[in-house]
Structure formats: structure tokens, C-alpha cells
């Protein structure tokens, strides 16, 4: 039997929203039910808007600070609403917004009310709080982040230090869920594991490791072997680990080392348990024991291992009890989206967008191209930090292109595109840079229409909501 804090609900939640008046929305109000809804509108609304995003602007520069003594003073300003929120915890280099997407369509299908927070914004700063799937509104998200910055303010009166912009929207996550009263929420870790905000929970239902590569050295350590200690730093005592089965030694040694010392049980993601993986009818299909066959709509190759993680997942709660029938899991998974992985936002030409950004993507990458893709003339547009190994992707992925288009994304970090045109010559001979993402996209559609090419637009996730609105632009 499932805990009474686990129960479905089959009534809209009370009390902590604020009251619905007739004929008003419901509205977040401080920290408080109060009669009448209230709310910032008007001018007012416009600034607090102004006055929340300069203040996260402003937060931005102190850039990132791991660690959890900051974010524990937050919370413990804010209640430790946190505690109160049964809570999976999901680190990794690839697949985590993927995973959680897929977790959440899941425990939707089996009828509970689940929050997911994942980073970073992609299109919307409003899609990284997300309840059943339903994005948080711009008023709320507003009143949250208010809420969390007079917790700061006071924070900063008693002398302590400033909470760095990724904690102050780990908090606000943390506050929407408890006043929505979600069931169980997602986490998706914002950079490692052990010194990242979201790792603030005491004992998440479950830690899942998604794959593990080189990313975020300078923070996270030089090599394999340190990078997964860092993200294994998720996993807690007496816990339940789902991890996407390494390729690399170094990896393994580093999880399995992790979950002898906190007594955690440790279940491999094998991509080996998905049989018969093929493309039809625009989804990728595979069969899982009992399950049987599953038609994702999510077609990127990597897809496959992210979705045993999310049914391992599935598995394990079901051992604790949670009530999650076969039926849930397999409608869950084929119905699930995530956003800018391998996502086709247009169909005439063929125009496609990915978030890979190092080598272990590109190679996943790369194989779903070649799964069912390589059959037609592709044109690359790509922008890449330049933190990134954006050399080895490019040789992974440059002899499949047959033009490849360079861009400059709109990020402080990025590369300038003239520079990785310089780069990518050494893979490709067909390299032209475009000052303007919206012209790159322009030409890209125009040529694509006369040879019947596919467009593939990746490298970083920074970009991919310039490149979804150029097009929009242009057909």
C-alpha cells in the first residue's frame, strides 16, 4: 500500500494555491492562502516582471559556485519545503531532461501529480517548472522567483552570502511544487551531482545516472573516473541507484564504489534489453519483455537507453509500492516529448533540431542518421560553445553532412561561427559561415527544397530557440 502522502487525488489540490474567487484564476500569493486571489497586474505585473529578470540577470554574473552551504541556508529561510516533496533525482552528461520527460509521462499515465523541474531553459525559462506537463505561468513564475528573492534579501541582512541564480530557480521549483501539491517531482541535476542546489534532498525515492562523458572539466574533474564520482555524488544512503550501463571502466568503478559506500542497491539500464530497434512510421520501436513492442515519438537513437532508464525507474517504484500498471509505462513512454532532441519541426523540407553538444551525443547522433537517414542529401547548421570538445564532434559528425552551415550562438561562451568554419574545413569541404542564425535558416530551407535535403541544426542547446524561430520566420 502506498503511503496517505502518495494517494491519488482525484479533487483540485486546496488550501495552498490561494483561493479560486469566481471568475478568477487561481493565483500563487505569498506564502499563504488568501481570500480574493490578488496578484500582480498592470504596470505593476510589467514591473515586477522587469525587476525579476534584471535581478536573475544580475545573479548570472556571479556565475557557478558548487556547493550546498548557500542553498541549505535558502532553503531553511523557505521552510525546507523540499522535504516534504518525495522527490527522483536524475544526474548525467546526456538524457536527463529525456529521462524525466519520460518518468513524468509515465506517472501521469498512472494518475498522480507530478512536478518536473529541469535546466536549462531551452525555449522558455517558464518550460523548467513543470506540473503534469503543463508549463508554470508567467504570473506565478514570477511571484515565486519575488517570493525567493526576498528570502535572499533577508539572507543577505544577517550576513550571509548570496545565492548564485541556479539556486534561486532550484528554490522557486521547490516552493511551486509544494504549494501545487505535487505527488512526486523530477529533479534533473543542473552540473555534476554531490555539490549541485538540486542535491539538497535527503533521500530521493530513486537516483538515476543517465550516460556519463567528458563535459564541464573545469568544474568537474579531468577525467572519466572523477566526473562520475562527481554525478554519483546523487546517490544516497540506504538508496536505489538506475544507472545507463557505462561503456568505460572508469565510469562503472566509480558508480559501483559509490553505492558500497552509502549501502545503496544498484540497477543497471541496459540498452541490450531493448530488442528488434527500428524506425516506423517516423517512431522508434523496440520490444521490452512483458511490455512488448513500444512506439516512441521521440526518434533519436540515445532515446532507446534513456527509456529502459525510465522503466527501470518505473520498476523500482513499483517495488516500494507505488501503484504504476504496465499499461502507464508503455503509454507513458509513447506518449512523451522532449523538446530539442531530435525534434522534427518541419516536415517540408525535413528540418530537424538536437541539443548534442559533445562527443557523446554527436556519436548517438550520428547513429540515428545513419539508422534512417543517410538516404538523402543533410545540411548541417551548427553553433557550439567554446568550452566544448567541438572538435570531436565535428569529426564524428562532418562526414555524414553534405553542407554544413556555421553559425555564432547568442551565449556568452560561444565560439564565434568564422572560427568554426575555420575548424570544421579540416572535416568538410562544403563549410559556409552566416553572420545571421535567420539567414542561415533561410538559406538552409531554400536549398533543402530544391535537392529534397534533410536540415539538421545541433551543437548547442543555447541556440535552438533562435533556430525554432527564424523558422517560423521563413515558412
Known amino acids: 500500500m502506498k503511503q496517505q502522502n502518495m494517494q491519488k487525488k482525484t479533487q483540485n489540490p486546496k488550501g495552498l494555491l490561494g483561493k479560486k474567487g469566481k471568475g478568477e484564476p487561481e493565483r500563487l500569493s505569498g506564502g499563504e492562502a488568501q481570500a480574493g486571489g490578488g496578484g500582480p497586474s498592470g504596470e505593476n505585473g510589467r514591473q515586477q516582471k522587469e525587476n525579476i529578470q534584471g535581478y536573475l540577470g544580475e545573479l548570472q554574473k556571479l556565475g557557478i559556485v558548487l556547493g550546498l552551504e548557500s542553498m541549505r541556508n535558502l532553503m531553511e529561510e523557505l521552510g525546507n519545503v523540499q522535504d516534504r516533496l518525495p522527490a527522483i533525482h536524475v544526474a548525467g552528461t546526456n538524457g536527463k531532461g529525456s529521462v524525466c ?17 529541469t535546466s536549462p531553459a531551452v525555449f522558455s525559462r517558464r518550460e523548467q517548472y513543470q506540473v503534469n506537463g503543463e508549463a508554470i505561468s508567467q504570473e506565478n513564475l514570477e511571484e515565486i522567483l519575488a517570493e ?64 556519463i562523458s567528458m563535459d564541464h572539466m573545469k568544474f568537474l574533474g579531468d577525467s572519466l573516473g572523477e566526473i562520475a564520482r562527481a554525478k554519483a555524488g546523487i546517490i544516497k544512503e540506504g538508496g536505489v541507484a538506475i544507472v ?57 537513437f540515445y532515446q532507446i537507453q534513456n527509456s529502459i532508464c525510465a522503466i527501470k525507474a518505473a520498476e523500482a517504484l513499483q ?36 541539443g548534442a553538444h559533445n562527443q557523446d551525443a554527436a556519436e548517438k547522433l550520428q547513429k540515428t542518421l545513419k539508422m534512417g537517414f543517410t538516404n538523402r542529401k543533410i545540411i548541417y547548421i551548427i553553433g557550439v560553445l567554446a568550452d566544448k570538445e567541438y572538435g570531436k564532434m565535428l569529426d564524428k559528425m562532418l562526414p555524414l553532412a553534405w553542407k554544413v552551415f556555421t553559425i555564432t550562438p547568442g551565449n556568452p561562451r560561444a565560439l564565434h561561427g568564422r572560427e568554426l568554419a575555420e575548424v570544421a574545413k579540416k572535416y568538410h569541404r ?24 534533410i536540415v539538421l541544426a545541433f551543437g548547442s542547446l543555447s541556440y535552438l530557440g533562435e533556430i525554432k524561430k527564424a523558422l517560423k520566420e521563413n515558412i
Not at 520527460?101 to 523541474?117: N, Q, R
Not at 507505488?322 to 523538446?339: D, F, H, M, R
Not at 563549410?431 to 527544397?449: D, G, H, K, M
Request: glycine letters at 8%; aromatic letters at 8%; a negative charge.
Open 101 to 117: 520527460a519520460m518518468l513524468s509521462s509515465i506517472l501521469c499515465e498512472a494518475g498522480y501529480k507530478v512536478g518536473t523541474y
Open 148 to 211: 525567493v528573492k526576498e528570502a535572499c534579501e533577508r539572507l543577505l541582512a544577517r550576513g550571509r552570502a548570496q545565492p548564485t541564480a541556479f539556486e534561486v530557480e532550484t528554490a522557486a521549483a521547490f516552493l511551486y511544487f509544494c504549494r501545487r501539491e505535487c505527488q512526486v517531482i523530477l529533479l534533473e541535476a543542473g552540473m555534476g551531482g554531490e555539490g549541485d542546489a538540486t542535491n539538497i534532498i535527503r533521500k530521493p525515492l530513486a537516483s538515476i545516472l543517465t550516460s
Open 244 to 300: 545507463a550501463e557505462p561503456a568505460q571502466e572508469e565510469v562503472q568503478q566509480a558508480i559501483e564504489r559509490a553505492c558500497q559506500e552509502k549501502h545503496a542497491g544498484l540497477v543497471y539500464a541496459k540498452e541490450g534489453e531493448a530488442k528488434g530497434v527500428s524506425l516506423k512510421s517516423g517512431r522508434l520501436c523496440f520490444s521490452y519483455g512483458a511490455l512488448g513492442e513500444i512506439a516512441l515519438s521521440m526518434t533519436g
Open 319 to 354: 517495488d516500494m509500492g507505488w501503484e504504476i500498471p504496465a499499461s502507464a509505462v508503455k503509454k507513458g513512454l509513447e506518449k512523451s516529448q522532449w523538446e530539442g532532441r531530435f525534434s522534427i519541426l518541419c516536415q517540408e523540407p525535413l528540418f530537424i533540431i538536437d
Open 430 to 453: 562544403d563549410i559556409t559561415f552566416f553572420p545571421e542564425i535567420s539567414e542561415a535558416v533561410r538559406q538552409s530551407l531554400e536549398v533543402a527544397a530544391k535537392e529534397q535535403a
